[in-house]
């Protein structure tokens, strides 16, 4: 069975700082990844995704985040976080070939300090 | 840009009472989902269709049903609302790419069922 794992539940930073959520995935073959944002009552937001390729992909509003097959990660990063990127942040995987299983990880919930 | 619409943002129903949420999306899609979001729970896949007229369970389908008549068009019904369906339901969208899947979200309904 597949699983993403979010071990970080809450995380607080201080505007301007660095920021990276893990996320580590639990399946055989290679996945693809992704990272989903959302506001308080809002929908799930598009951040980036992985298939193949370059393992460092870039995404929207600043992130990017790393494939690392070795640790089963694909952690969220971002060099400098602004107090608008306050949101809950969910990876998920897929199997290639499976349509529409997409599993999400429980979030992490990011908290910006001014 | 993907535009997944929802019917309504905020609903209120009484226990017993058939309930209908709606998603439209206007990006000529195959694949359409209905997840439910909980509070330590995450999102939790409900249905899916790939098709007009086809449809596929998800991992908690019990107490729920969908209809595709129209591409665009996925309805998720409860026949008889609980108390334990009071959630947020979001919907997706996705079409395959060489095999690729990327899903998109809606906004999201927020269901209070009394």
């Known amino acids: 069975a597949q699983s993403v794992t979010q071990p970080d539940i809450h995380i607080t930073v201080s505007e301007g700082a660095s920021l990276e959520l893990r996320c580590n995935y639990s399946?055989?073959?290679?996945?693809?990844l992704f990272w989903y944002v959302q506001s308080p009552g809002q929908g799930l937001q598009l951040l980036l995704k992985?298939?193949?390729?370059?393992?460092l992909v870039q995404g929207i509003k600043g992130f990017e985040a790393e494939f690392k097959r070795s640790q089963s990660s694909f952690n969220l990063r971002k060099p400098s976080v602004h107090w608008s990127d306050a949101a809950e942040y969910f990876c998920?995987?897929?199997?290639?070939?499976?349509?529409?299983?997409?599993?999400f990880g429980r979030g992490t919930q990011l908290t910006v300090w001014p | 840009d993907v535009k997944v619409t929802q019917s309504s943002r905020y609903l209120v129903k009484r226990t017993g009472e058939k309930v209908f949420l709606e998603c439209v999306q206007d990006?000529?899609?195959?694949?359409m989902f209905w997840y439910r979001q909980d509070p330590g729970l995450g999102l939790r896949l409900i249905y899916f269709?790939?098709?007009?007229?086809?449809?596929e369970k998800g991992d908690i389908p019990e107490g729920y049903s969908v209809s595709r008549e129209k591409k665009e068009r996925f309805s998720l019904i409860l026949e008889s609302a609980s108390t334990n369906q009071t959630s947020m339901y979001l919907c997706?969208?996705?079409?395959?790419?060489?095999?690729?899947?990327?899903?998109?979200f809606g906004p999201g309904t927020r269901l209070l069922v009394l």
């Open positions: 269709s790939y098709d007009v007229k086809m449809k």
């Open positions: 992985y298939f193949s390729g370059d393992t």
């Open positions: 399946y055989g073959a290679t996945p693809y």
């Open positions: 990006m000529d899609h195959e694949n």
């Open positions: 997706a969208s996705s079409f395959l790419d060489r095999g690729r899947e990327t899903q998109y």
């Open positions: 998920a995987v897929v199997r290639g070939s499976t349509l529409g299983r997409l599993y």
